[in-house]
Protein backbone atom coordinates (compact mmCIF):
# COMPACT_ATOMS: atom_id res chain seq x y z
CA UNK A 1 0.00 0.00 0.00
CA UNK A 2 1.59 3.77 -1.07
CA UNK A 3 2.56 5.91 2.35
CA UNK A 4 0.29 8.98 3.26
CA UNK A 5 2.86 11.87 3.88
CA UNK A 6 2.24 13.78 7.53
CA UNK A 7 3.63 15.66 9.42
CA UNK A 8 5.57 14.68 12.59
CA UNK A 9 2.51 17.13 14.00
CA UNK A 10 -0.28 15.10 12.60
CA UNK A 11 1.73 12.04 13.69
CA UNK A 12 1.40 13.15 17.56
CA UNK A 13 -2.33 14.21 17.14
CA UNK A 14 -3.28 10.79 15.75
CA UNK A 15 -1.60 8.87 18.05
CA UNK A 16 -2.86 10.80 20.90
CA UNK A 17 -6.64 10.41 19.55
CA UNK A 18 -5.97 6.46 19.32
CA UNK A 19 -4.68 6.86 22.97
CA UNK A 20 -7.89 8.69 24.14
CA UNK A 21 -9.83 6.16 21.53
CA UNK A 22 -8.57 2.82 23.38
CA UNK A 23 -8.07 3.91 27.21
CA UNK A 24 -11.24 6.74 27.83
CA UNK A 25 -13.96 6.21 24.90
CA UNK A 26 -13.99 2.25 24.66
CA UNK A 27 -14.07 1.70 28.61
CA UNK A 28 -16.87 4.11 28.94
CA UNK A 29 -18.94 2.79 25.97
CA UNK A 30 -18.47 -0.90 27.71
CA UNK A 31 -19.36 0.18 30.82
CA UNK A 32 -22.78 1.80 29.30
CA UNK A 33 -23.34 -1.27 27.19
CA UNK A 34 -23.32 -3.40 30.72
CA UNK A 35 -25.77 -0.35 32.33
CA UNK A 36 -27.92 -1.09 29.53
CA UNK A 37 -27.78 -4.60 30.19
CA UNK A 38 -28.53 -4.58 33.91
CA UNK A 39 -32.13 -2.92 32.54
CA UNK A 40 -33.46 -6.09 31.42
CA UNK A 41 -34.83 -6.79 27.73
CA UNK A 42 -32.54 -6.06 25.11
CA UNK A 43 -34.84 -6.28 22.38
CA UNK A 44 -36.89 -2.51 23.15
CA UNK A 45 -33.62 -1.50 25.22
CA UNK A 46 -32.82 1.76 23.00
CA UNK A 47 -29.85 2.63 25.39
CA UNK A 48 -28.43 -0.44 24.61
CA UNK A 49 -28.98 -0.21 21.02
CA UNK A 50 -27.41 3.05 21.49
CA UNK A 51 -24.83 2.21 22.85
CA UNK A 52 -23.44 -0.95 20.32
CA UNK A 53 -23.72 1.80 17.93
CA UNK A 54 -21.01 4.21 19.81
CA UNK A 55 -19.49 1.25 20.31
CA UNK A 56 -18.99 -0.02 16.61
CA UNK A 57 -18.57 3.78 15.87
CA UNK A 58 -15.45 4.07 18.46
CA UNK A 59 -13.67 0.53 16.82
CA UNK A 60 -14.07 1.51 12.83
CA UNK A 61 -11.84 4.79 14.21
CA UNK A 62 -9.79 2.83 16.21
CA UNK A 63 -9.50 0.69 13.03
CA UNK A 64 -9.02 3.83 10.83
CA UNK A 65 -6.42 5.86 12.88
CA UNK A 66 -4.38 2.48 13.20
CA UNK A 67 -4.23 1.95 9.63
CA UNK A 68 -3.35 5.78 8.79
CA UNK A 69 -0.44 5.69 11.14
CA UNK A 70 0.71 2.14 9.70
CA UNK A 71 0.81 3.39 6.12
CA UNK A 72 2.05 7.03 7.10
CA UNK A 73 5.32 8.58 5.61
CA UNK A 74 6.29 10.88 9.01
CA UNK A 75 7.75 14.24 7.39
CA UNK A 76 9.32 16.71 9.56
CA UNK A 77 9.49 20.38 8.29
CA UNK A 78 12.28 21.38 10.16
CA UNK A 79 14.55 18.72 8.87
CA UNK A 80 13.85 19.64 5.20
CA UNK A 81 16.41 21.38 3.14
CA UNK A 82 14.71 21.24 -0.24
CA UNK A 83 16.32 24.69 -1.34
CA UNK A 84 13.79 26.96 -1.00
CA UNK A 85 11.62 25.14 -2.83
CA UNK A 86 7.32 24.77 -1.82
CA UNK A 87 6.94 20.86 -0.40
CA UNK A 88 4.91 19.12 1.52
CA UNK A 89 5.48 20.14 5.18
CA UNK A 90 6.81 23.76 3.82
CA UNK A 91 5.03 27.30 5.08
CA UNK A 92 4.47 29.31 2.69
CA UNK A 93 3.59 32.86 3.23
CA UNK A 94 1.85 34.55 0.16
CA UNK A 95 0.27 37.99 -1.27
CA UNK A 96 -3.00 38.21 -3.86
CA UNK A 97 -1.40 39.86 -6.50
CA UNK A 98 -4.87 41.08 -6.37
CA UNK A 99 -5.59 42.61 -3.28
CA UNK A 100 -2.14 43.13 -1.54
CA UNK A 101 -3.50 40.55 1.18
CA UNK A 102 -1.06 38.36 2.70
CA UNK A 103 -1.46 34.85 3.84
CA UNK A 104 0.44 32.14 5.35
CA UNK A 105 -0.44 28.40 4.57
CA UNK A 106 1.43 25.08 6.13
CA UNK A 107 1.47 22.48 3.09
CA UNK A 108 0.16 19.19 4.81
CA UNK A 109 -1.66 15.77 4.26
CA UNK A 110 -5.32 15.44 4.08
CA UNK A 111 -6.03 14.45 7.61
CA UNK A 112 -4.17 17.77 8.80
CA UNK A 113 -5.94 20.33 6.56
CA UNK A 114 -7.57 23.15 8.62
CA UNK A 115 -7.77 26.29 6.90
CA UNK A 116 -8.97 28.31 9.96
CA UNK A 117 -5.63 27.12 11.21
CA UNK A 118 -3.63 27.77 7.94
CA UNK A 119 -2.97 24.36 7.04
CA UNK A 120 -4.01 23.29 3.40
CA UNK A 121 -4.02 19.82 2.17
CA UNK A 122 -1.58 18.79 -0.51
CA UNK A 123 -4.25 17.61 -2.96
CA UNK A 124 -5.90 21.24 -2.66
CA UNK A 125 -5.69 23.72 -5.63
CA UNK A 126 -3.64 25.92 -4.21
CA UNK A 127 -1.27 23.33 -2.29
CA UNK A 128 -0.43 21.72 -6.20
CA UNK A 129 0.27 25.15 -7.79
CA UNK A 130 2.82 25.69 -4.83
CA UNK A 131 4.77 22.70 -4.82
CA UNK A 132 7.76 23.24 -6.43
CA UNK A 133 8.03 26.82 -6.89
CA UNK A 134 10.30 29.07 -5.24
CA UNK A 135 9.85 32.74 -3.38
CA UNK A 136 9.62 35.37 -5.38
CA UNK A 137 7.53 33.36 -8.08
CA UNK A 138 4.47 33.90 -9.44
CA UNK A 139 1.37 31.22 -9.18
CA UNK A 140 -2.40 30.67 -10.56
CA UNK A 141 -4.56 29.09 -8.82
CA UNK A 142 -7.01 27.60 -10.22
CA UNK A 143 -9.91 27.59 -7.26
CA UNK A 144 -13.77 26.62 -6.68
CA UNK A 145 -14.29 30.54 -6.58
CA UNK A 146 -12.31 31.66 -9.64
CA UNK A 147 -8.73 32.18 -10.72
CA UNK A 148 -6.43 33.39 -8.03
CA UNK A 149 -2.99 35.29 -8.57
CA UNK A 150 -0.12 35.29 -5.88
CA UNK A 151 3.08 36.11 -5.19
CA UNK A 152 5.17 33.64 -3.31
CA UNK A 153 7.28 35.68 -0.75
CA UNK A 154 8.53 33.35 1.93
CA UNK A 155 9.41 29.25 1.76
CA UNK A 156 10.06 28.26 5.32
CA UNK A 157 10.39 24.73 7.04
CA UNK A 158 9.35 24.83 10.61
Known sequence: MAKTPITKRG???????????????????VMAIAEARSHGDLSENAEYDTARNHQGFIEGRISEVESKLANAQIIDPRLLDAEGRCVFGSTVDLA??????????????????????????????????????????????LAPGGVKNYEIRDVRYE
Open 96 to 141: DSTSGELVTYQIVGEDEANIRDGKISISSPIARALIGKYAGDEVEV
Open 11 to 29: EELLKAELQRLKTVERPNV
